[in-house]
């Protein structure tokens, strides 16, 4: 997948003299939210309108309920395919006059496929708002698929599953998340599996799309614009032209389960590329979902770990040893599962010493049972003092608070996290260490196989060789 990020979106709404006053209600006080108010369409769509007056620009979200998880069975990473499929040809635009008229507005559109949405934004000038609502709703409304940019599309997917190979690291994160959600049904490689992605047909990307363009549960956030300039009105227009149509059941969802992945569980999974000169080493396991209630002692955590020249692997590791220029990890939290992982490369001469090293602190952490409280006190004021500059840009707080709605996380994240820091303990830091973090690796290492191997026997590791391919 691009990793295609949720982008800001500087909204554009307005007047609502169209609309009775129950239809929306308004929000913001006692709150460092900034002030928005809550449309719902006549078709069942929420509007969320950020109005700003300090830039002259919008930005628009709309977030439709299907996404990357429910791809049918053997047809992985077809809803990201369509994504980029639908700007390739609207109606009225070949690809060509779609990309000039967008120039010419100054206009920016965006799609974003995640495990439960397909998003799509757009950003530009207030004044330009209606030109680019209408084309931005005709990539939405109005795709044409056409045959010939499928068919490059889709020869141009195929042949970046090649870069993959040559890159060791995206070899390795793809092989994680295969082995650890392995018979899992919450999370998935969006960009697709290559097997899956060979079989694509234009077909496939028509009937998805049906399925896709639904109002039903659909989110909308607009940021800037004001009540006066007619944004709102004008977008509440284009919004219910979207069809009302049933979600896609949650019973589509299917397990991800490859057999020829469950390796034995103690084995190191050495994936073989002859003649690298540096190894990539990851250890992971699976984590909790981003609506963990411990989520902010868990990046303290984090932080002691990683986050900082002076955390505990880049000292040990980097300074220490001199095992590594960088050493990196974390949580990556999802909608129903995360991951844990520890990420770093080094020279293939030191592949076995950098798996001890990385062992020997990560269990001595666990070993020590917790923090110390002039640390955790460290720790707080580090993420209690990055805090205020997040509120100072309106643009991207509001893309964070929608990225928490979309995501069914607390919608008062944000008003209670100094509060959450501030609570922060010795014994909270310790049951949280004991609940989610575990020494039950599954460790992946990507690199010459002939050099690593004997190294791997000399300190007793065991491996499953494998080829890179067996990860596509």
Not at 34 to 45: E, L, S
Not at 87 to 97: I, W
Not at 324 to 335: A, H, K, Q, V
Request: net charge positive.
């Amino acid at each position: 997948m691009k990793n295609k990020i949720i982008t800001l979106f500087m909204v554009f709404l307005l007047s609502s003299c169209a609309h009775k006053e129950e239809s929306k209600k308004s929000v913001g006080k006692n709150t460092v939210i900034p002030a928005h108010k809550i449309y719902k369409t006549k078709n069942g769509i929420e509007l969320y309108h950020f109005p700003y007056e300090a830039t002259p620009l919008f930005t628009l979200m709309v977030a439709l309920p299907v996404g990357g998880i429910t791809d049918p069975k053997g047809k992985s990473g077809l809803t990201n395919f369509m994504t980029d499929l639908m700007r390739t040809g609207v109606e009225g635009y070949d690809e060509a006059a779609f990309s000039v008229r967008l120039d010419d507005l100054a206009a920016s559109l965006n799609s974003a496929v995640t495990e439960r949405w397909t998003i799509f934004t757009a950003s530009g000038l207030n004044r330009e708002s209606s030109s680019i609502y209408d084309l931005f709703f005709k990539m939405i409304l109005e795709p044409t698929f056409p045959i010939d940019k499928f068919s490059r599309m889709k020869n141009n997917l195929l042949e970046g599953f090649d870069h993959v190979v040559d890159s060791p690291s995206s070899v390795a994160f793809r092989a994680v998340a295969r082995i650890q959600y392995n018979g899992s049904k919450s999370a998935r490689n969006f960009s697709g599996l290559l097997k899956d992605v060979s079989t694509l047909t234009i077909h496939d990307v028509k009937e998805r799309y049906e399925e896709m363009l639904t109002s039903e549960g659909a989110k909308v956030a607009l940021i800037g614009g004001t009540e006066a300039n007619g944004m709102v009105q004008n977008l509440i227009g284009f919004l219910e032209k979207i069809p009302v149509a049933p979600k896609i059941s949650e019973n589509r969802i299917h397990k991800w389960d490859y057999k020829e992945l469950n390796f034995p569980e103690n084995n190191i999974v050495l994936i073989d590329k002859p003649g690298l000169r540096q190894s990539d080493v990851v250890f992971s396991y699976k984590g909790p979902s981003r609506k963990v209630p411990e989520y902010e002692t868990l990046r303290a955590i984090e932080n002691y770990l990683f986050e900082s020249q002076n955390s505990l692997f880049q000292r040990v590791i980097r300074e220490e040893k001199g095992l590594s220029y960088s050493i990196s990890g974390g949580f990556r939290f999802e909608d129903e599962l995360g991951l844990f992982h520890i990420h770093t490369a080094t020279s293939v001469e030191k592949t076995a010493e950098v798996v001890l090293e990385i062992e020997k602190t990560y269990k001595g952490f666990l070993e020590q049972k917790g923090l110390s409280d002039p640390e955790i006190a460290r720790l707080q004021n580090m993420l209690k003092g990055s805090f205020p500059f997040m509120l100072d840009n309106h643009y991207v707080l509001v893309q964070s608070y929608f990225g928490l709605l979309l995501g069914d996380v607390r919608k008062n994240f944000y008003d209670t996290y100094v509060d959450n820091i501030s609570h922060i303990n010795g014994a909270l830091v310790r049951n949280v260490i004991e609940k989610y973090m575990h020494k039950n690796f599954r460790i992946v290492v990507v690199g010459d196989a002939k050099k690593i191997i004997p190294q791997l026997k000399k300190v007793g590791k065991k491996y499953t060789k494998v080829r890179p391919q067996q990860f596509l």
